[in-house]
């Protein structure tokens, strides 16, 4: 199982999506653990697995074939959303010290392009004499989405659970989201995004925001495919200071994965606030004031954004994959 | 006034029928075309690529193309002032003039929609526009009031065109069987008889009114793209009538510009007569004042209190790195042909010619400087992204493409030139005619 861990999660859904077609084409037998391809030579070496009906079995490692935890969500039960939640985050900025692996972990799982990042860690300061702190910008998800109202062709689109999303399959390409979003939130694929081929193959899904299409806006999504499964947002679970809070309004709960708050209780205590109020979007991302800091600032500038490569170098290196 | 010189009808149509390109009209026509092929030859390479060959990035999202198509937008408004505005107010020297600004409209609307194309990142979606298209969108809004606009200009310019057809229909000789061809195929059932003189002008009547409105309408919704949004910059009241009142003045430069170069290689001397510059110059003239007017109201205000996600974007334009080019614009654009214009000298053909080049030139950047810098000032600090981001300069391949709509316009322009009279002959004729008979 250690071998599975260092794969991504996207080629393990890939591996998965693929095993179940090859399930579902072999009319013969239902035995999902028949083995559908006889070019697979036993490996010798043995796993147990708990079968459903409580048994202990053992079997050769090589028929092991990873299985999708949950069937693939359709483009309108995407666009629906879940039912019955209003997903929110809480940034609390007095515990954030740029380590930024929330930015490597999203920028991993959802193959944003070398030098573009969904999630940004800004150095702020108000004016010259205040406190400068790291503030972490994802998508504040707004309930007046500025972004969705100017949407031609309702690509992008707000969902019953609070969360935007956009459809890279009908995505024209126009931009005009990107200039109406006042939180710069929104990146564009400017050329052909490297992926592998097996995941360039796959279908879109809204949820993953994957595979990302060249010509089309892409941004956070809050990772709705982890929320369907009752996870958390890679961010969320990325971060070592527990920074990022994830929840749902209804239920009043918010998690970074070790401490549960009330969220009710927690942004009235800590004086929680929203970016850009005066504007009108309503987000759903709340920052907590940067007081009382777990690091000084200046621990994080150990880490200040060094933009390794510019895009143009990043465009080589996808001709060098391809 | 000058003299009034006697002109028969036959002299007329003869001065007017379309000529064959001289020497310098094939070399005029060759440089288009290949400006026109190099930009095809960068659009291929954007579509091979991807926006990647732009230097458009995250943050400036709209570049050079975006501020083409204002551009266009504008210019196109021309058509609309000369043809329908003067119609209805009974503005008798406009007769000469008509059609040049309507193909200036028509040519210039085309390639506004063709450029938007350009800038999509997925111009084959298109029909997307339409499967699940939302009306709600500024975009949308645009869609349908240039479309129509289109087809309005393009009817206003047909129905006029109708009396001529069954001139030049006489002249096979002189026009070649190809281009009677085509002149039979777009006019032979127009007999000219009174009813069908009685449908066209009511028509004409018409469509001038309601060209108006929606004329307002492609500049108001287009300045809406930009003014719907939060930017500092964009986010302004006074957006509508700023562009619409920039727009007249840079459609009036064109048509200066075309009007002398026809008049020249022509020999229209006759008929765009200097009476046209000098009222042509009175109008230019007002309508600077208005654009001017509408830029004061646009800069003072927020220059006045320099709210804090302003004054970046203002120190930038008015002493900072866009400071050149946004005095050019102003200076260039809409200044110095207040001054040079207010003179009865200013408003002889070749000054007028000199400074309706410099209104459109300064037209062109004025749009720039209203599309780029304010990409460059968003609400949160531009921040964990390559130092290529920060910045906006076009590549070769952007302006490859600006160029190439330019000339394709210009193209567009020629060889309607090539094919129908410039100056409506019949109602020259018809004009003479009546001066004839007041003697």
Same mark, same amino acid.
């Given at each position: 199982?250690?071998?599975?861990?260092?794969?991504?999660?996207?080629?393990?859904?890939?591996?998965?999506?693929?095993?179940?077609?090859?399930?579902?084409?072999?009319?013969?037998?239902?035995?999902?653990?028949?083995?559908?391809?006889?070019?697979?030579?036993?490996?010798?070496?043995?796993?147990?697995?708990?079968?459903?009906?409580?048994?202990?079995?053992?079997?050769?490692?090589?028929?092991?074939?990873?299985?999708?935890?949950?069937?693939?969500?359709?483009?309108?039960?995407?666009?629906?959303?879940?039912?019955?939640?209003?997903?929110?985050?809480?940034?609390?900025?007095?515990?954030?010290?740029?380590?930024?692996?929330?930015?490597?972990?999203?920028?991993?799982?959802?193959?944003?392009?070398?030098?573009?990042?969904?999630?940004?860690?800004?150095?702020?300061?108000?004016?010259?004499?205040?406190?400068?702190?790291?503030?972490?910008?994802?998508?504040?998800?707004?309930?007046?989405?500025?972004?969705?109202?100017?949407?031609?062709?309702?690509?992008?689109?707000?969902?019953?659970?609070?969360?935007?999303?956009?459809?890279?399959?009908?995505?024209?390409?126009?931009?005009?989201?990107?200039?109406?979003?006042?939180?710069?939130?929104?990146?564009?694929?400017?050329?052909?995004?490297?992926?592998?081929?097996?995941?360039?193959?796959?279908?879109?899904?809204?949820?993953?925001?994957?595979?990302?299409?060249?010509?089309?806006?892409?941004?956070?999504?809050?990772?709705?495919?982890?929320?369907?499964?009752?996870?958390?947002?890679?961010?969320?679970?990325?971060?070592?200071?527990?920074?990022?809070?994830?929840?749902?309004?209804?239920?009043?709960?918010?998690?970074?994965?070790?401490?549960?708050?009330?969220?009710?209780?927690?942004?009235?205590?800590?004086?929680?606030?929203?970016?850009?109020?005066?504007?009108?979007?309503?987000?759903?991302?709340?920052?907590?004031?940067?007081?009382?800091?777990?690091?000084?600032?200046?621990?994080?500038?150990?880490?200040?954004?060094?933009?390794?490569?510019?895009?143009?170098?990043?465009?080589?290196?996808?001709?060098?994959?391809? | 006034?000058?003299?009034?010189?006697?002109?028969?009808?036959?002299?007329?149509?003869?001065?007017?029928?379309?000529?064959?390109?001289?020497?310098?009209?094939?070399?005029?026509?060759?440089?288009?075309?290949?400006?026109?092929?190099?930009?095809?030859?960068?659009?291929?390479?954007?579509?091979?690529?991807?926006?990647?060959?732009?230097?458009?990035?995250?943050?400036?999202?709209?570049?050079?193309?975006?501020?083409?198509?204002?551009?266009?937008?504008?210019?196109?408004?021309?058509?609309?002032?000369?043809?329908?505005?003067?119609?209805?107010?009974?503005?008798?020297?406009?007769?000469?003039?008509?059609?040049?600004?309507?193909?200036?409209?028509?040519?210039?609307?085309?390639?506004?929609?063709?450029?938007?194309?350009?800038?999509?990142?997925?111009?084959?979606?298109?029909?997307?526009?339409?499967?699940?298209?939302?009306?709600?969108?500024?975009?949308?809004?645009?869609? @349908? &009031?240039?479309?129509?606009?289109?087809?309005?200009?393009?009817?206003?310019?047909?129905?006029? *065109?109708? /009396?001529? !057809? =069954?001139?030049?229909?006489?002249?096979?000789?002189?026009?070649?069987?190809?281009?009677?061809?085509?002149?039979?195929?777009?006019?032979?059932?127009?007999?000219?008889?009174?009813?069908?003189?009685?449908?066209?002008?009511?028509?004409?009547?018409?469509?001038?009114?309601?060209?108006?409105?929606?004329?307002?309408?492609?500049?108001?919704?287009?300045?809406?793209?930009?003014?719907?949004?939060?930017?500092?910059?964009?986010?302004?009241?006074?957006?509508?009538?700023?562009?619409?009142?920039?727009?007249?003045?840079?459609?009036?430069?064109?048509?200066?510009?075309?009007?002398?170069?026809?008049?020249?290689?022509?020999?229209?001397?006759?008929?765009?007569?200097?009476?046209?510059?000098?009222?042509?110059?009175? @109008? &230019?003239?007002?309508?600077?004042?208005?654009?001017?007017?509408?830029?004061?109201?646009?800069? *003072?205000? /927020?220059? !006045? =209190?320099?709210?804090?996600?302003?004054?970046?974007?203002?120190?930038?334009?008015?002493?900072?790195?866009?400071?050149?080019?946004?005095?050019?614009?102003?200076?260039?654009?809409?200044?110095?042909?207040?001054?040079?214009?207010?003179?009865?000298?200013?408003?002889?053909?070749?000054?007028?010619?000199?400074?309706?080049?410099?209104?459109?030139?300064?037209?062109?950047?004025?749009?720039?400087?209203?599309?780029?810098?304010?990409?460059?000032?968003?609400?949160?600090?531009?921040?964990?992204?390559?130092?290529?981001?920060?910045?906006?300069?076009?590549?070769?391949?952007?302006?490859?493409?600006?160029?190439?709509?330019?000339?394709?316009?210009?193209?567009?322009?020629?060889?309607?030139?090539?094919?129908?009279? @410039?100056?409506?002959?019949?109602?020259?004729?018809?004009?003479?005619?009546?001066?004839?008979?007041?003697?």
């Amino acid at each position: 199982m250690n071998e599975n861990n260092t794969k991504s999660r996207r080629e393990f859904l890939v591996a998965g999506l693929l095993a179940s077609a090859a399930v579902a084409g072999c009319s013969t037998s239902n035995n999902p653990f028949a083995q559908d391809d006889e070019t697979i030579k036993p490996s010798g070496q043995m796993v147990k697995l708990l079968s459903v009906d409580g048994q202990i079995i053992e079997m050769d490692k090589a028929f092991l074939k990873p299985v999708p935890d949950l069937p693939a969500v359709s483009n309108s039960e995407a666009r629906r959303g879940i039912p019955g939640k209003k997903f929110v985050m809480v940034i609390d900025l007095s515990r954030c010290k740029n380590v930024r692996a929330c930015q490597k972990a999203c920028n991993h799982m959802h193959h944003v392009h070398p030098g573009q990042n969904w999630i940004k860690v800004l150095s702020m300061e108000e004016s010259a004499h205040t406190a400068p702190y790291w503030q972490p910008t994802t998508c504040m998800h707004c309930d007046e989405p500025p972004c969705v109202k100017v949407c031609p062709v309702d690509a992008t689109f707000k969902r019953q659970d609070g969360i935007v999303l956009i459809d890279s399959d009908r995505c024209i390409g126009c931009r005009f989201c990107m200039a109406a979003c006042p939180y710069s939130t929104r990146v564009f694929n400017w050329e052909e995004p490297i992926l592998s081929k097996e995941e360039a193959e796959q279908a879109y899904s809204c949820e993953t925001s994957t595979p990302q299409k060249k010509g089309t806006v892409g941004k956070c999504d809050f990772c709705p495919d982890m929320t369907r499964k009752g996870e958390l947002p890679h961010c969320v679970s990325a971060c070592p200071n527990g920074v990022f809070m994830f929840g749902d309004m209804i239920q009043d709960s918010v998690t970074n994965g070790a401490e549960t708050f009330r969220f009710s209780d927690l942004i009235k205590d800590k004086s929680g606030y929203r970016l850009l109020e005066d504007l009108g979007t309503k987000p759903s991302v709340y920052y907590l004031p940067p007081v009382n800091r777990n690091f000084p600032y200046e621990s994080g500038l150990e880490n200040k954004y060094q933009p390794d490569h510019t895009y143009e170098d990043a465009k080589k290196l996808s001709t060098k994959i391809n | 006034m000058e003299k009034s010189i006697y002109l028969n009808s036959e002299q007329i149509t003869q001065d007017l029928l379309p000529q064959k390109f001289g020497k310098r009209g094939m070399v005029w026509t060759t440089i288009l075309l290949i400006i026109a092929l190099f930009g095809v030859y960068a659009y291929y390479r954007q579509l091979r690529y991807g926006l990647i060959v732009t230097n458009m990035r995250d943050y400036v999202s709209w570049g050079i193309y975006i501020s083409n198509f204002v551009f266009f937008v504008a210019i196109s408004l021309v058509g609309s002032l000369i043809t329908a505005i003067f119609r209805l107010t009974n503005v008798k020297w406009r007769t000469p003039l008509t059609r040049i600004s309507e193909i200036i409209a028509v040519s210039a609307i085309v390639f506004a929609a063709l450029i938007i194309i350009v800038d999509m990142g997925r111009p084959e979606r298109f029909m997307n526009l339409f499967i699940h298209g939302r009306i709600q969108s500024p975009i949308l809004w645009d869609v @349908i &009031v240039i479309s129509t606009y289109f087809f309005i200009s393009l009817l206003l310019l047909y129905f006029p *065109l109708l /009396p001529d !057809f =069954k001139i030049l229909l006489k002249f096979k000789e002189k026009t070649g069987k190809r281009l009677n061809k085509l002149y039979r195929f777009q006019g032979s059932f127009w007999k000219g008889t009174k009813a069908q003189f009685h449908i066209s002008e009511k028509s004409i009547s018409i469509l001038c009114i309601l060209i108006i409105p929606v004329a307002f309408c492609i500049h108001t919704v287009t300045s809406w793209l930009f003014a719907t949004t939060y930017r500092p910059g964009w986010d302004s009241t006074n957006f509508g009538a700023y562009f619409i009142s920039g727009a007249f003045l840079a459609g009036s430069g064109a048509v200066v510009v075309a009007m002398y170069v026809f008049r020249r290689y022509y020999h229209l001397e006759k008929y765009i007569t200097e009476m046209h510059f000098e009222k042509m110059g009175r @109008i &230019v003239v007002m309508l600077a004042l208005v654009y001017l007017y509408f830029n004061v109201n646009e800069f *003072l205000t /927020p220059a !006045f =209190k320099m709210k804090e996600s302003e004054e970046g974007l203002i120190r930038q334009l008015f002493i900072g790195s866009y400071a050149p080019m946004f005095w050019f614009a102003i200076l260039v654009g809409m200044i110095i042909p207040i001054f040079v214009l207010v003179f009865k000298k200013g408003r002889k053909p070749l000054p007028m010619f000199i400074i309706g080049i410099m209104v459109v030139v300064g037209a062109w950047f004025k749009r720039y400087i209203i599309v780029t810098p304010t990409l460059l000032h968003p609400f949160l600090p531009m921040q964990n992204v390559p130092t290529s981001f920060m910045s906006y300069f076009p590549s070769w391949e952007e302006w490859a493409i600006d160029a190439g709509s330019l000339a394709g316009a210009l193209l567009v322009i020629t060889f309607f030139v090539r094919i129908y009279p @410039i100056i409506p002959i019949h109602e020259t004729i018809i004009e003479q005619n009546e001066k004839d008979e007041s003697k």
